[in-house]
C-alpha cells in the first residue's frame, strides 16, 4: 500500500541499500532514539537486521502498518508511522531530527488516520513518555485525547517510563477507552494537563 500526500509518499521500505541506510540513520541517532524502547543501532549490518528481524515480518504477516515516510521530491525515507493491527492498534512515529518542527509527522498521520478509518478499524492508541512534550503535542494534532498515565519497566532499556495513553475513536463510539495498560500495569492514574 502507498499513501500520497501533498508534500509526502508513505510507503514500505525494502531491503535496497537506500532504505537500510535510511533506517540507520534514523534510529542510529541518539536524539531521536532517546524515547523509543531500542537502544541506538550502531552501524548498518544492525540497520539490516532490524529490517530483516523487525519491519519485514509485520509485512509478511499483516501484523501491522510500518510506514516509511518520504519527500515526495526524492522518494527518500526520512522516518516512519506505524499502526499495529493488533487489539490496540498502537500509533507510533520516529523522523530524523534536522526535520522536526514542520508538521511532517502530523501530515503522515493523518493520512494513515484517514486510511485506518476507511478500513473499518474502530480506534488506535498511542503512548508517549511525559517527558516527551512534542511526541503528545503531534497526538493532540491528530485529533487523539488524552485517557490515562501508566509507569511501565521499560525493555530492553530497563528503566521506569510514566507514559500517557492517548486514543482516537474512529466510529461513532466516542467514550470508548482501550484499557488494557490501565489494568496491565499497578501504577496508573489520570493526570490533570
Not at 540513520?25 to 524515547?35: G, K, R
Not at 511525559?130 to 509507569?151: E, F, P, W
Request: proline letters at 2%; charged letters at 25%; a negative charge.
Amino acid at each position: 500500500m502507498e499513501i500520497q500526500t501533498e508534500r509526502l509518499v508513505l510507503r514500505q521500505f525494502t531491503s535496497s541499500d537506500k532504505d537500510i541506510q535510511a533506517i540507520y540513520d534514523i534510529l542510529s541517532d541518539e536524539e531521536v532514539n532517546q524515547y523509543l524502547p531500542l537502544f541506538p543501532l550502531r552501524n548498518k549490518q544492525e540497520a539490516e537486521n532490524y529490517y530483516t528481524d523487525r519491519i519485514h515480518p509485520l509485512y509478511e504477516n499483516n501484523s501491522s502498518y510500518y510506514f516509511a515516510i518520504c519527500l515526495k521530491e526524492d522518494n527518500q525515507s526520512i522516518g516512519y508511522v506505524t499502526v499495529n493491527l493488533e487489539e490496540g492498534h498502537d500509533f507510533g512515529y520516529a523522523l530524523k531530527k534536522e526535520l522536526w518542527g514542520n508538521g511532517i509527522v502530523t501530515e503522515a498521520g493523518l493520512a494513515v488516520i484517514s486510511e485506518m478509518k476507511r478500513m473499518g478499524i474502530k480506534y488506535i492508541t498511542a503512548a508517549h513518555d511525559i517527558h516527551n512534550i512534542a511526541s503528545g503535542r503531534v497526538m493532540q494534532k491528530l485529533g487523539m485525547t488524552y485517557q490515562y498515565s501508566y509507569q511501565e519497566q521499560w525493555q530492553p532499556k530497563d528503566i521506569l517510563v510514566t507514559f500517557r495513553m492517548y486514543q482516537l475513536n474512529l466510529d461513532d463510539k466516542k467514550n470508548r477507552v482501550f484499557k488494557k495498560y490501565w489494568n496491565m500495569y499497578a501504577e496508573h492514574f489520570i493526570e490533570d494537563i
